[in-house]
């Protein structure tokens, strides 16, 4: 950091920030667009931004019932990967990984992609077997991948308890270029990108219903800021997707769960990646400022609520405890609960609806932040050209009706490999 960049912050701390300006505009909202994306999270600015910055649409509008990034985009663990083994979710997850290491210069905007490996654990022999095959599906699709034996693990995790009796670690499938993004910084920057391309974000904007004309197609949306009109109105509302479709009596294939996450208390740098247990559902890594970041499961029952409980908490520290006992002996800081919407077969859906004139991104289950850029990128394609983007031509809604799954290791509401 130079001298002058500490003095201005030194100075704008002492003023309480008051020579800082915006980062966007925080936008009053118009009679109407060309597409209104309700949601201000990641998925729903991104979108914005891809359509102002690759198919010139500017006549956009985000809404956000709170202020931008309050939702699950605040409360995730950050991780980016691309580890999948089918080819419906493969090719989607490697373009956005692609996406994530450009992405910072595209949006001129530092988003703290640190691409520091994620390291899937495997205890048993089904699983060494299982990490080889995905490991193998991913290398076809042209993604990096390692197969590791204990001594490979060992190298990079010296600190995990190896030779317990009931889930000695075997090895590892380890992905060097997964690793974090700062989810504040990103959404930050694709909302700027957004903003400074004429797209309006708008705050405490609260959808409460939709436009119909007399054909049944959605030309606006009802708000707690009066009535907007748009051309299309795309929907990228994470885990309350199926209660704004509710008011366009759109039932979706959708169930919304509390995933709960934690952060301890900084350290010194202790954890060198992401780690994954795969005798349970546990996963840790160590953020920028020194707090290790980790969570589990989701509830076991469907809940809108952003809030945690006793039982999920013990069952988290149970999992770290049993794969790196040394954190027993950190301090918990906080924890928080996302609402995560859990589709049938565990893979999202980006597609037009029944209803024309509305369009839907949903269903990202457990990993919404990593998908951030192709999500954006998709869902701008499908908005502006009305056809799927070939990237995501599987995430069809359809697919449930017609049996066309992407069933990538077990249901959306079952703990994965990944």
Not at 172 to 185: I, S, Y
Not at 260 to 271: D, M, R
Not at 324 to 352: A, C
Not at 369 to 385: D, E, V, Y
């Amino acid at each position: 950091m130079t001298h002058f960049s500490i003095l201005s912050l030194a100075r704008n701390a002492l003023s309480r920030h008051s020579g800082w300006q915006p980062t966007w505009r925080d936008a009053v909202p118009k009679d109407g667009y060309d597409v209104i994306i309700i949601g201000g999270g990641g998925h729903g600015l991104a979108t914005a931004y891809y359509l102002a910055a690759v198919h010139g649409i500017t006549n956009v509008a985000v809404l956000e019932k709170g202020w931008i990034g309050g939702g699950n985009a605040g409360r995730n663990t950050t991780i980016i990967r691309s580890n999948y083994l089918l080819p419906g979710n493969a090719p989607f997850y490697e373009w956005s990984m692609k996406l994530w290491e450009g992405l910072e210069q595209e949006l001129n905007y530092n988003a703290m992609v640190s691409q520091r490996g994620v390291l899937n654990l495997v205890h048993s022999d089904a699983q060494r077997d299982a990490a080889a095959r995905r490991g193998n599906g991913m290398r076809l699709h042209g993604v990096d991948a390692e197969l590791l034996d204990v001594d490979g693990v060992r190298k990079l995790a010296p600190f995990l308890d190896f030779d317990q009796a009931r889930f000695p670690i075997m090895g590892g499938l380890h992905q060097p270029r997964g690793g974090t993004a700062r989810h504040d910084a990103v959404v930050w920057g694709f909302a700027r990108g957004a903003s400074d391309r004429g797209v309006d974000i708008v705050q405490n904007c609260e959808v409460r219903g939709f436009l119909r004309d007399a054909t049944g197609t959605v030309v606006g949306v009802e708000t707690s800021r009066g009535l907007i009109r748009a051309g299309k109105v795309g929907m990228a509302v994470a885990g309350n997707s199926s209660r704004i479709a509710a008011l366009a009596d759109l039932r979706l294939p959708i169930e919304s769960h509390v995933l709960q996450a934690f952060v301890s208390e900084g350290l010194k740098p202790v954890i060198p990646g992401v780690i994954t247990f795969g005798a349970g559902h546990f996963y840790i890594s160590q953020s920028d400022k020194g707090g290790l970041v980790f969570g589990g499961d989701i509830d076991g029952y469907n809940s809108y609520a952003q809030r945690g409980n006793l039982p999920v908490v013990e069952d988290v520290c149970e999992g770290g405890m049993a794969v790196m006992p040394m954190i027993g002996r950190v301090r918990l800081l906080r924890s928080w609960g996302g609402i995560m919407d859990m589709s049938m077969d565990g893979s999202p859906i980006i597609d037009r609806t029944p209803i024309d004139g509305l369009y839907l991104n949903a269903g990202w289950c457990y990993g919404g932040f990593k998908a951030t850029p192709a999500s954006g990128r998709c869902f701008a394609h499908l908005l502006a050209t009305d056809r799927a983007h070939e990237t995501a031509a599987a995430y069809r809604l359809d697919r449930f009706r017609t049996g066309h799954l992407i069933d990538e290791k077990g249901q959306g509401a079952q703990p994965n490999l990944h």
